[in-house]
């Protein structure tokens, strides 16, 4: 257990206080192993976005305790915790978030800019051509389709060489041929090693990660392999 | 995050609002160069004003008689007669009065002099021979009158330079005053300075004959003092205070029944008024400056409530609640200081502007434009603290959920 990448255990998550407290994560315990594909399921409000945040140190649980590589993250600050974030963890978000004002490999840059780096923009170039985006790298978001702009964002989540990369409904916004091209390139991360966790609401996206769990009403289940 | 990156990223988040960073820059712009423009037209004014009343002579002191109580009401200042002619002659005292050069009683009325059909309503001025040295002046033309003249109640009359003009007066010429025809003998030299009353405006006559005529008998209004030099002014007036006490037996000098004034006086008064002016005038530029950073930390405010996405995805990215302050600081206080620099610009573009068509100088000196800058810079950094700490206080979540 102590090589475990992920190690939550009794996590709790609990919004508001008395009457109207509500228990987003009610005593959650969780372990995933480095290189494993795990994708987590739930409708919406089930509290999968909530444990999404604590997976991602955006977010510290109200109770419980969360073991990050052998790190303790529920009682680090709030520099303590971008740091990590920085280090470990890419995120790969349903809107792309990608900022509008720069080119793509700016945007694929940002993380490096928190961290000491020298030649950024050749990381970021070499990761753009990783997705297949080598011939759009002064391209900025708005000129580029949904699909190229998540590459854009699984580049960006790539370029620190992160140990988990943590991806929120990444196919919420994309057409299936999109769809189908940004699943098989976590497919293909996981393949070469890499620790990914998908947070989705649809259980055919899910299907491709090698473990499935379920959130619903705050607790998590594990779905037995079909 | 380093400090060059941060200051990079702050650059990059100015770049890409272009019309509203200019904007938020021209309220620091006008505030800036409002400060400048206005602390360098009041320099100017006070230079003026100086150069000015320097030109009317600061060697001068005037004595006039003290008030006078009549029913309860006080009178202006010389409306007693309480100077007479012994007071002139008491400060003409070489040894007891070493510092006074020159001494003239004056009793000025307004009279019209006429020369023929033409005519001029000028200040005429009854004195003794002292007169030209007293008040520092000079003659272009002819003689001023002597002793003898005054002693012998001669009808001779020395005319200034504009008199002389509107009388078309010369040498020679005969002139009434006052229904008695004077002879022209002198005719003043130009002062070119307007001063209080015009000095060049005026016609002299020995203070016998205007006592005679105009003034009445023993009149004397005041005394006109010139001291050995600017230097010797103050113990001029000492000496002069000191033998008038003793001359009136007054024994409390809070009681004397004369007041003397000195042109340095006058000076510090004008002084005072231009400085008053000028912080005035530079308090509502300051005003203006502090509104244009009110601007500013309104316009960061709104930056950072648009930019809550981008602030969420940096601090995901792993950006700390410092580095997002730095940034929103380094935005803000970068506008403050373009502002600032385009402020000191436009401030020296008036300075050229303005003297070259109106008749207002404006004296730029460094100090208010450094003052100015580091003003702006700081007004820019203090209405920055707000908006950037608001940012940095944002967790990434909510942030991330605002798009």
Known sequence: ?226 | MSLLRTFQTGLRGIAAHRLRSILTTLGILFGVAAVIATVGIGQASTDSVNSRIASLGTNELTITGGSSVSAGVQGGAGSAATLTMADVTGLQDQVGAPDILAVAPENQTSSTIVNGSLNSTSTVQGSTAGWLTANSRSLSEGTFFTSSNVTKHSLVVVLGATTASTLGATVGSQVDIANTPFTVIGILTSTGSSGFTNQDDLAVIPISTDQDLLAGQGKVQRIVIASTSTTTIGSAYNEADQLLLQTHHITNPASADFTIVSQSSFLSTAQSVTATLTLLLASIAAISLLVGGIGVMNIMLVTVTERTGEIGLRKALGATPRDIRRQFLIEASTLSVVGGMMGVITAFVVGIVVPRVTTIGVDIRPAPVIVAVAVAAGVGLIFGVYPATRAAKLTPITALRSQ
Request: with cysteine; glycine share 8%; proline share 4%.
């Open chain 1, 1 to 226: 257990m102590a090589g475990a990448l992920v190690d939550i255990r009794d996590v709790s998550k609990v919004y508001g206080m008395g009457d109207v407290a509500v228990h987003a994560l009610d005593k959650v315990s969780l372990t995933i192993e480095a290189g494993e594909f795990v994708a987590v399921m739930g409708p919406s409000g089930s509290g999968k976005s909530t444990l999404m945040h604590i997976l991602g140190c955006l977010d510290v649980p109200t109770s419980g305790q969360y073991l990050f590589a052998g790190e303790r993250v529920e009682t680090m600050g709030e520099a303590q915790l971008a740091d990590l974030r920085n280090r470990r963890i890419g995120f790969v978000f349903q809107q792309f978030q990608l900022l509008n004002s720069l080119p793509a490999w700016r945007n694929v840059e940002l993380p490096l800019l928190y961290r000491t780096a020298t030649d950024r923009r050749a990381m970021a170039v070499d990761v753009l051509g990783r997705v297949g985006l080598g011939d759009r790298v002064e391209h900025r978001p708005t000129e580029l389709s949904g699909g190229q702009q998540q590459r854009v964002a699984i580049a960006r989540a790539l370029v620190t060489n992160p140990d988990m990369v943590l991806a929120d409904e990444p196919t919420g916004n994309l057409d299936s041929a999109s769809s189908r091209e940004i699943l098989e390139m976590l497919v293909e991360l996981h393949a070469s090693g890499r620790t990914v966790i998908l947070i989705t609401h649809d259980p055919s996206v899910a299907a491709v990660a090698s473990r499935q769990c379920v959130m619903r009403d705050g607790h998590l289940y594990e779905a037995v392999a079909a």
